[in-house]
DNA sequence: GCAAGTCTGTACTTTTTATTACAGAATTGC
DNA sequence: GCAATTCTGTAATAAAAAGTACAGACTTGC
């Protein structure tokens, strides 16, 4: 066993059909669990008939399946047997790139720093329908803002996001007051329409929750919420992950807060939409401006 | 699964009769790959014959074997899917949020099952300046194509971020050919128009880049480039941040493939808008429609 | 736009594998 | 040391899974 399986799976990736490489990749997220089942459960996990996972092993160089099984089992054993290289074999094929490897060490980094509680308490406040929440973001952070609006909106009724010409954002400031929460997204460079756009709202007795990195934007001044999160990368850029992470965990907290309320939206809108899964006729929601 | 399989076996090692604890230590010496192979190989590396397996399996309160089986395959996929408490002995830190878990494992295994090369092959096909970039997404990864977008924008010319009604996606396809790049951010659930967008622009000659996940839009189908992202999370949504995670690395390929022209591209942009850092005046960038 | 070729799933056959019945061997208790 | 009981393997059976042939769908090339 010169080298393991799963590498000769993505070399030779191109060399598969379409419906082989939807084994692969299946192979490969669940690897080597999954081979190591029976024909059939393999072809469901995959979304592909048995013959093709038969097909799909004999391309790999494999008599029959159950050499290919022989072949996993051997190559877990080895792993299994000696648990120190196994660090160097299976997690880290990553270790190529300091890049990847520096985004995911942020983003656990920015949830280990969070303080205690304030997640909660933020899922709690965000999660109050009789408030209405407000979002908006920076240059490059404002699609983390329409992002998490588009998730919110869905579970939760007056969702708005701020957006188009800093003209118009004035326009959302009036009338704003103590039943408002204000979500901003904001890391270096901090632009200052942001921080005028955070004062006029706190300052007409809005919530401000500040998403932001470590050095901490100068919004925090008015803020009653801040997660700071990990940016810093090995590249001319900023990483927005780890806030894109903080993100998603409160539009999960959200949903599941209240799961009755969330399901129904959920269900009630999907039938407005005539999305389809994989068949269906369909109408794009209108993107949100 | 309240505990190892294993343990159970050692403390149960006194019921069993003479030749089912031969199995019994067979299997723990070489837990639990003998136990994934057939009866008969479990029986022969035992030195006993194959009905002893079978009544020592259903002495552990199994109906059959491949109960026994499947739950030593569920075992094996809980440990492997959670490299970090393997070492749960060490302090562990971070151990608090499942959902955390999960996206950071979901970004480092996007990477780690990416074929070889692909992004480098990636990264020169966006760096093409000569090429036009257009970037799209459905209903919630837009937000994603449109970061791509705004960075993009920045390091090289060119980039187009489709947006709006769906009505006007089809002006941009007219005039759509062998020199144009798609990006197309597509997860379940596929949407129709994304896959009508594809299909035009790829039917005009245009390179199509997916991003998808590892399920695969059928958008595979007429995609060139094809990058499958985990997204998998305990949670109602699927989570985009090995998508958000993949976009940054292409950005930095594609900044750091012409650093030169990248560097000179943001000095520009730099003076033309009067951004601040801490301090100075500034007018906020147009957003993207 | 059509034909040749490739891919993919359905339905079937063959083989393997799990399971069971039973009889002989071993063990235990007296 | 003998009988009752338990244990164990052989051999037959039933279940399943692997493997195959083929036809329809989809591509690709001209």
Redesign the interface.
Known sequence: MDCLLKEAV??R??DFT?TE??AA??L????P?LG??TVAQFADAA?VSSPTILRFVARLGFPGFSDF??RL?QE??TQ?RSPLDR?SH??N??AG?P??ER??EN??ET??GLPKGELDSLVRLLADERRVIHLIGG??T???A??MA??LRIVRPNVNHV????GNWLDQLIGMGSKDVVIIFDI??????LIEFARSAAAQGATIVLVTDTWMS?IVKVADHVLPARIA?P???D???AL??LS??L??GV??HNPDR??AR?KALEGLRN????I????????DI
Chains 1, 2 share one sequence.
């Open positions: 993505l070399d990736m191109e379409v490489r939807k990749h299946a490969l997220s669940n690897y669990i190591l089942g979304g099984q022989t089992r877990l054993e299994l660090s299976l997690p094929q990553t790139d890049l990847v985004i995911v983003v656990r949830f280990a240059r490059f404002d699609a983390l329409r992002y588009a998730h957006a188009g010409q800093e270096r460079r901090y632009q200052s329409e100068p990368v590249s001319p850029w990483s927005a992950t894109l992470a998603e965990v539009i999960a949903t599941q969330s399901h959920m999305d389809r899964d994989p269906s006729k369909s109408r794009r929601g209108t993107p």
